[in-house]
């Protein structure tokens, strides 16, 4: 199959027809990747990778792909593969091993499995995607309302603001209207039990104007959080646990591909933190949120660390930005059996401390 015949102009054109007049808030995340000039690339790409695929495997991916629950870990799992191949190897998807299915078996030059690599996606929280889209239904309705001001909601700063369903979105755009439109010069606004608020510029205490003619609504980003890469951890360990048997039964390393949805924040930096044991603390958020994350008891004195399992060879941190280079974190105990099996430390495509400071030291 093609490239023009996956994700190109006619790819393209049939997603402008189908979704480009829908509201933003009724269309996949990945909208603007499918259609916009910029990300062309990443459509080339991505044709390239699934052009290496089993004609099976690459209907599927081209199939499912662009769904919003699909789109980040199809991606992570084809640049692991990309990232293998740009070392040398060979690899084949899904081989089967007894009742597993590894998603790449790593090919030595001599045509003999060298390794295993299980692929591991960091994703947002479950519900997270249709929160973001009901605030958007909203923000979408706001913006008709023709007085060039921006708005952010008044929320508990100890507990996330619930996200509005659209018979409640449509209300609160109509009360807001009513009240941004009246004479009235109200800093405050309160409907549906929901309290807006109009924002000032801090530099001169005058209402902000955004560009254009409608009002602006920040709402609640729905990525506000704690960065921690333990939860990516506690996978990778889920991932041992499932696959060292076959793995010790080939007489092969395990490895795991790791990556994160851009919506996470989480990068390889914080998986380096948390193997070394750093004591840091990473969170982010956006200007509308008004919850950040629960309390958190940290104990600068003892950080969380975590240790990579003795069946573990090491960890491929695969970047989310495209051409999505990667990041070879190796287990120390490992190291002479992933040499020995021509994973070598010293090849570009893997970049990074092959060993990690220990902050006691």
Same mark, same amino acid.
């Given at each position: 199959m093609t490239t023009e015949q996956r994700f190109g102009p006619l790819f393209v054109a049939e997603q402008r027809r189908r979704y480009g007049k829908r509201p933003p808030e009724n269309r996949m995340l990945s909208y603007d990747l499918a259609v916009l000039d910029e990300y062309e690339p990443w459509r080339i790409w991505l044709d390239e990778q699934l052009d290496l695929l089993p004609e099976p495997a690459a209907e599927a991916f081209a199939a499912n792909l662009w769904r919003d629950q699909n /789109?980040?870990?199809?991606?992570? $799992? +084809? *640049?692991?593969? *990309?990232? +293998? &191949?740009? +070392?040398? /190897?060979?690899? $084949? /998807? $899904? &081989?089967r091993w007894g009742h597993l299915t590894p998603d790449w078996t790593v090919i030595g030059e001599d045509g003999d499995p060298v390794a295993l690599v299980e692929v591991l996606t960091h994703s947002p929280q479950r519900g997270a995607f249709a929160k973001m889209k009901a605030w958007h239904a909203l923000v979408e309705r706001i913006k008709q309302i023709p007085v060039p001001v921006v708005l952010t909601v008044a929320g508990d700063p100890a507990r996330p603001v619930d996200a509005p369903d659209p018979r409640t979105a449509k209300k609160i755009a109509q009360d807001l209207r009513r009240a941004l439109l009246s004479p009235l010069n109200l800093t *405050? /606004? &309160?409907t549906e039990g929901y309290t807006f608020v109009l924002r000032a510029d801090p530099r001169t205490g005058q209402a902000m104007r955004p560009t254009g003619m409608g009002a602006v609504l920040v709402p609640p980003s729905g990525r506000a959080g704690i960065v921690?890469? &333990?939860s990516v951890c506690a996978g990778i360990d889920r991932k041992v646990s499932k696959y060292r048997e076959i793995a010790q039964e080939a007489g092969l390393p395990l490895v795991v591909a790791a990556g994160a949805h851009r919506f996470t924040g989480l990068e390889v930096q914080h998986l380096d933190d948390l193997l070394a044991g750093l004591p840091t603390l990473s969170v982010q958020f956006d200007f509308g949120d008004s919850f950040i994350h629960d309390p958190v008891e940290i104990d600068p004195n003892s950080p969380p660390r975590w240790t990579m399992s003795r069946d573990l060879a090491g960890v491929l941190w695969v970047n989310n930005d495209f051409p999505f280079t990667t990041a070879w974190r190796p287990n120390p105990d490992k190291e002479l059996s992933l040499r020995q099996c021509g994973l070598g430390l010293d090849r570009s495509v893997l970049s990074g401390p092959a060993h990690l400071p220990d902050p006691r030291k």
């Amino acid at each position: 199959m093609t490239t023009e015949q996956r994700f190109g102009p006619l790819f393209v054109a049939e997603q402008r027809r189908r979704y480009g007049k829908r509201p933003p808030e009724n269309r996949m995340l990945s909208y603007d990747l499918a259609v916009l000039d910029e990300y062309e690339p990443w459509r080339i790409w991505l044709d390239e990778q699934l052009d290496l695929l089993p004609e099976p495997a690459a209907e599927a991916f081209a199939a499912n792909l662009w769904r919003d629950q699909n /789109f980040w870990p199809d991606v992570i $799992e +084809l *640049a692991t593969g *990309a990232a +293998l &191949r740009q +070392l040398g /190897f060979g690899v $084949e /998807f $899904e &081989r089967r091993w007894g009742h597993l299915t590894p998603d790449w078996t790593v090919i030595g030059e001599d045509g003999d499995p060298v390794a295993l690599v299980e692929v591991l996606t960091h994703s947002p929280q479950r519900g997270a995607f249709a929160k973001m889209k009901a605030w958007h239904a909203l923000v979408e309705r706001i913006k008709q309302i023709p007085v060039p001001v921006v708005l952010t909601v008044a929320g508990d700063p100890a507990r996330p603001v619930d996200a509005p369903d659209p018979r409640t979105a449509k209300k609160i755009a109509q009360d807001l209207r009513r009240a941004l439109l009246s004479p009235l010069n109200l800093t *405050a /606004f &309160r409907t549906e039990g929901y309290t807006f608020v109009l924002r000032a510029d801090p530099r001169t205490g005058q209402a902000m104007r955004p560009t254009g003619m409608g009002a602006v609504l920040v709402p609640p980003s729905g990525r506000a959080g704690i960065v921690s890469a &333990r939860s990516v951890c506690a996978g990778i360990d889920r991932k041992v646990s499932k696959y060292r048997e076959i793995a010790q039964e080939a007489g092969l390393p395990l490895v795991v591909a790791a990556g994160a949805h851009r919506f996470t924040g989480l990068e390889v930096q914080h998986l380096d933190d948390l193997l070394a044991g750093l004591p840091t603390l990473s969170v982010q958020f956006d200007f509308g949120d008004s919850f950040i994350h629960d309390p958190v008891e940290i104990d600068p004195n003892s950080p969380p660390r975590w240790t990579m399992s003795r069946d573990l060879a090491g960890v491929l941190w695969v970047n989310n930005d495209f051409p999505f280079t990667t990041a070879w974190r190796p287990n120390p105990d490992k190291e002479l059996s992933l040499r020995q099996c021509g994973l070598g430390l010293d090849r570009s495509v893997l970049s990074g401390p092959a060993h990690l400071p220990d902050p006691r030291k």
